[in-house]
């Protein structure tokens, strides 16, 4: 199967953006290379601007950019949204100015960079802005599409991104708020998101092989939340599991756990990065030893 990083579609995405919008601009905090803007700063180079390391100078200049009519999309490591808070709060969110974030090396497959680069609470802090639109695709195609949609909303939009190459699936609807439903099933539910849907594919797998019919949900939109498709599967289904390569608090789990409230299910559980940093490793091991392979996800379920 093909692979490729979502980072590197989303640079291949707003480069399409770009010839198709005459109003899309992109700037950068001096990490052009890394976050695969360098591709529209070759081909649109009086439409991308380096602001150095600088994010919040960046979003601020973002910010005025929009209200003249331009749809900014600014990117950086998603470990630098903190960098920027004050200003995509107060700047871009309580005036809901039109300003997309592209925020790229996100979760613990980052690796070597260790903790201090590992973004592991960015959706969180995205999550509980209002009038922001969150955005974690599973592959390529789905980044594609998540920022087609980014350039049509008109608001503020988070779009993270991942360093490491993960599959490329066959195409599947795409709705903004509305998730998809990966496999059905009825022994249980696995909610995910981003590239662990990889991970969760190979659990499904594993569990299949030992008896357990799982389904296997993708959230590709965190923010506005497909609360109507989490009820439907954890009622259906009676024990649920969310998987995410993510802090457990803030994330994907504790979406589905708010569209839950009340339902009095039978199990409940979130997989994720517990209270605690990253560390320095190669993407694989950090996977294992943080319990998100496919295997250690379906350890997990088969105990339940």
Same mark, same amino acid.
């Given at each position: ?61 973002? @910010? ?25 709060r107060n700047g871009v ?10 925020? $790229?090396? =996100? ?8 903790? $201090? ?96 019919? @799982? ?19 954890? =009622? ?10 993510? $802090? ?10 708010? $569209? ?23 993407? @694989? ?9 496919g295997a250690q996800i ?7």
């Amino acid at each position: 199967m093909e692979k490729k990083a979502i980072r590197v579609a989303y640079g291949e995405a707003i480069v399409k953006l770009g010839e198709k919008n005459d109003k899309v601009v992109v700037l950068d905090a001096d990490l052009a290379a890394a976050t695969m803007t360098n591709g529209f700063k070759k081909a649109y180079p009086d439409r991308f601007y380096d602001c150095g390391i600088a994010e919040a100078n960046m979003v601020d200049m973002a @910010a005025g950019m929009s209200t003249m009519g331009l749809i900014p999309f600014c990117s950086t490591f998603a470990v630098f949204a903190g960098r920027s808070y004050d200003q995509i709060r107060n700047g871009v969110c309580y005036p809901n100015f039109n300003v997309k974030f592209g925020f $790229s090396h =996100a979760g613990i497959t980052l690796g070597e960079d260790g903790g $201090s680069h590992q973004a592991i609470e960015d959706i969180a802090i995205m999550r509980v802005l209002p009038n922001m639109t969150v955005f974690v695709p599973s592959d390529a195609t789905e980044c594609y599409k998540c920022v087609e949609a980014a350039a049509e909303i008109d608001g503020p939009v988070f779009i993270r991104t991942a360093r490491l190459p993960s599959p490329v699936y066959e195409e599947r609807p795409f709705t903004v708020g509305k998730g998809n439903v990966i496999k059905d099933g009825k022994d249980c539910v696995i909610f995910t998101c981003g590239i662990m849907l990889e991970h969760c594919l190979e659990a499904v797998q594993i569990l299949a092989d030992n008896g357990i019919d @799982a389904a296997l949900v993708s959230h590709h939109t965190l923010k506005p939340f497909d609360e109507e498709l989490t009820r439907e599967y954890a =009622a259906k289904c009676g024990k649920v599991f969310t998987v995410e390569e993510h $802090s457990i608090i803030g994330g994907l789990g504790d979406a589905v756990a708010s $569209s839950l409230c009340g339902m009095g299910l039978k199990h409940f559980e979130k997989i994720g990065i517990n209270d605690e940093f990253g560390q320095s490793g190669k993407p @694989a091991d950090l996977l294992k030893a943080y319990g998100l392979t496919g295997a250690q996800i379906a350890e997990r379920v088969m105990k339940a």
